[in-house]
């Protein structure tokens, strides 16, 4: 059984960053695409970006592209999400999504989910 365990979240003012980490445990995560999606109060969770296996394809939602980049150490099982120029609207909790399958990530279907983290962001 995989696990999936999110860290990094917090409270940052608003034009600042936070890296979230993801760490991955009992499988191969390697194998896995993995992706990043969150969920503000009151509001469905929604993508956020996705990475391939190889960590050589990334995909973003249109409100994050530029500002959020997402990357993976498959040596270290860990994928990540660099966060700059957050703004109040990026206040949400964030979870890490994996599956052996990239489609089922992107879609919201994936096989595992991890706890999530909470940011907030200060205006």
């Known amino acids: 059984q995989g696990h999936l365990i999110e860290s990094g979240g917090g409270l940052v003012q608003a034009g600042g960053s936070l890296r979230l980490s993801c760490a991955a445990s009992?499988?191969?995560?390697?194998?896995?695409?993995m992706g990043w999606f969150r969920q503000g109060r009151g509001k469905e969770r929604v993508f956020v970006a996705t990475i391939n296996r190889n960590g050589d394809s990334t995909d973003y939602a249109d409100s994050v592209k530029g500002r959020f980049t997402i990357s993976r150490d498959n040596a270290k099982n860990t994928v990540y999400l660099q966060m700059n120029s957050l703004n109040p609207e990026d206040t949400a909790v964030y979870y890490c999504a994996a599956d052996a399958t990239l489609y089922r990530v992107r879609v919201g279907t994936p096989g595992y989910w991890g706890q999530g983290t909470q940011v907030t962001v200060s205006s």
């Open positions: 009992g499988r191969t995560f390697s194998n896995y695409a």
